[in-house]
């Protein structure tokens, strides 16, 4: 009976040092966070990010005007090295030495770095099937999505788009600019045929005036706009996707644990909450079906 009891108890020494060591082990960790500039979204990022990584995370934002390295990052050893935006990113594949990287907070990230990089993160691109299960759920009665785009900019997206909608019987309507000129224009010409109006995140298309004229317009033909952020829904969209930017970097977080511990990973969206302007469906009369309110449901 003695014996069995010793062995136990040695058994639980030894767990219980594994996992004192494992702890020690995390506390060890240094972390890197390259931040292209302060502003709120990647600052909220970072603090995400921190809270939910192990070890000391030091923060060096990098002039944007330069494409250069801080000496800071350099002259230390890190065991872990976050870009946080395109810029920062853009460093990435020119530092120095084999130390894991990843990014965060970056639209497009394929745009930023070379194909073969195979440095992984989380970006700010919402899922187009996302989008449109959320738009099929949400707006029954809604056939046919219209969107502007640069195809200097976004053709990919769109074909992204195309793709989605067939899965989940939308048709997409291109809306082809090339200058914010045009939109106008084919506001006039393309707007009585489409059911909805979805925004996306086009250089060309988006500004803040461009968003208020082109929701207000759309209301007057009582073609409803879905939007990808809480601007959008200030303005009048009735549907807008909202990225959790604290939330992007708890995502970020628990990838970065998984790079240290040698799984593979793999680029991961955004977590994207749905928000619905209902007093605006009422007042327009526009029919709300299921709301889907994350994509974790």
């Not at 002259?75 to 030495?97: C, F, Q, R, T, Y």
């Not at 990287?101 to 691109?125: F, W």
């Not at 909805?196 to 803040?208: G, N």
């Not at 409803?224 to 200030?234: H, Q, S």
Request: charged share 25%.
């Amino acid at each position: 009976m003695r014996c069995l009891a010793l062995k136990w108890a040695l058994t639980l020494i030894f767990l219980l040092v594994i996992v004192s060591l494992s702890f020690a082990g995390e506390d060890d960790i240094r972390t890197a966070v390259l931040l292209s500039e302060s502003i709120r979204p990647y600052v909220e990022a970072a603090q995400g990010f921190s809270e939910f990584m192990p070890g000391e995370v030091i923060e060096l934002t990098i002039q944007r005007s330069k494409r250069v390295v801080p000496d800071d990052l350099l002259e230390s050893k890190w065991d872990l090295i976050l870009a946080v935006g395109p810029h920062a990113l853009s460093l990435l594949p020119i530092i120095p030495g084999d130390t894991p990287r990843l990014y965060t907070m970056v639209l497009n990230p394929q745009d930023a770095i070379p194909k073969d990089a195979g440095i992984p993160g989380v970006s700010l691109n919402i899922p187009a099937r996302f989008q449109a299960k959320v738009i099929r759920n949400a707006l029954p009665d809604v056939r046919r999505v219209g969107v502007f785009y640069d195809p200097k900019f976004s053709s990919t997206v769109i074909d992204e788009f195309q793709k989605a909608g067939r899965e989940h019987d939308l048709v997409l309507v291109p809306m082809q600019v090339l200058s914010q000129k045009d939109i106008r224009d084919a506001l006039n010409e393309r707007l009585e045929s489409v059911d909805a109006l979805l925004m996306i995140p086009d250089p060309t298309v988006v500004s803040e005036s461009i968003v208020a004229f082109l929701i207000k317009e759309a209301l007057k033909k009582g073609v409803p706009v879905i939007g990808y952020n809480r601007f959008f829904a200030e303005k009048g969209a009735l549907l807008s996707f909202i990225i959790d930017y604290k939330g992007v970097g708890r995502r970020t977080a628990r990838l970065a644990k998984e790079i240290l511990s040698g799984k593979e990973s793999k680029p991961l969206p955004p977590p994207v909450t749905v928000e619905v302007n209902r007093k605006l469906a009422d007042k327009f009369g526009f029919h709300l079906g299921r709301i889907i309110e994350s994509d974790e449901e």
